[in-house]
């Protein structure tokens, strides 16, 4: 059974630093591609970014030069690492897998990440 | 960067089909943007029901289909049930970005 569970949201304070991690089992990490999406408070879902198999990455424009997508094949794991967070960037973010190469199956239950002073 | 676009609600009677539709300011809906389709019930994770315009996951009801329909994704639903009321999100991948329409909230009344 796929498994893919989020880790690392908080409260954090404008200007901030945050590393996201999803961890993830039941299938073979290093051949797909991995995804984030998140979702604002009572907002639709937006993409944040991908990497693929190879790790080529992509980013929104929101997000571009301040988050930083990478992933560990040895440990089965997919990072996100925020910089200079805005109170925009306020949201649940979803780890997915799929991306560019793969399509989107399996989608975790999401962390938190508030960005307030 | 493109939008995409969807209705932002429906309603369908219980039994009935109901087709959600998916547009892109950047002309036609093709198969090379890859649609999918996902379902997202209140206080709960998405799920996707469908991939590269209509390929099903293993989970996905058979009354759900995707389909390309006069230049835009489409999202069948045959056959309504209760539990299909939800929120629906289109995704479509663009030359280096991929962009989520704004949802559809289907009301099962």
């Known amino acids: 059974e796929v498994q893919v569970v989020e880790s690392g949201g908080g409260l954090v304070q404008p200007g901030g630093s945050l590393r996201l991690s999803c961890t993830t089992s039941g299938f073979t990490f290093s051949s797909y591609g991995m995804s984030w999406v998140r979702q604002a408070p009572g907002k639709g879902l937006e993409w944040v970014s991908s990497?693929?198999?190879?790790?080529?990455?992509h980013y929104a424009d929101p997000v571009k030069g301040r988050f930083s997508i990478s992933r560990d094949n040895s440990k089965n794991t997919l990072y996100l690492e925020m910089n200079s967070l805005r109170a925009e960037d306020t949201a649940v973010y979803y780890c997915?897998?799929?991306?560019?190469?793969?399509?989107?199956?399996?989608w975790g239950q999401g962390t938190l990440v508030t960005v307030s002073s | 960067q493109a939008v995409v676009t969807q209705e932002p609600s429906l309603t369908v009677s219980p039994g009935e089909t109901v087709t959600l539709t998916c547009d892109s300011s950047t002309g036609a809906v093709t198969s090379g943007h890859y649609p999918h389709w996902f379902q997202q019930k209140p206080g709960q994770a998405p799920r996707t029901l469908i991939y590269d315009t209509g390929n099903k996951l293993s989970w996905t009801p058979a009354r759900f289909s995707g389909s390309l329909l006069g230049g835009k994704t489409a999202l069948t639903l045959s056959g309504a049930q209760p539990e299909d009321e939800a929120d629906y999100y289109c995704l479509l991948f663009y030359s280096g970005a991929a962009v989520f329409g704004g949802g559809t909230k289907l009301t099962v009344l």
């Open positions: 990497i693929t198999n190879s790790e080529d990455t």
């Open positions: 997915t897998k799929g991306g560019w190469g793969s399509h989107f199956d399996s």
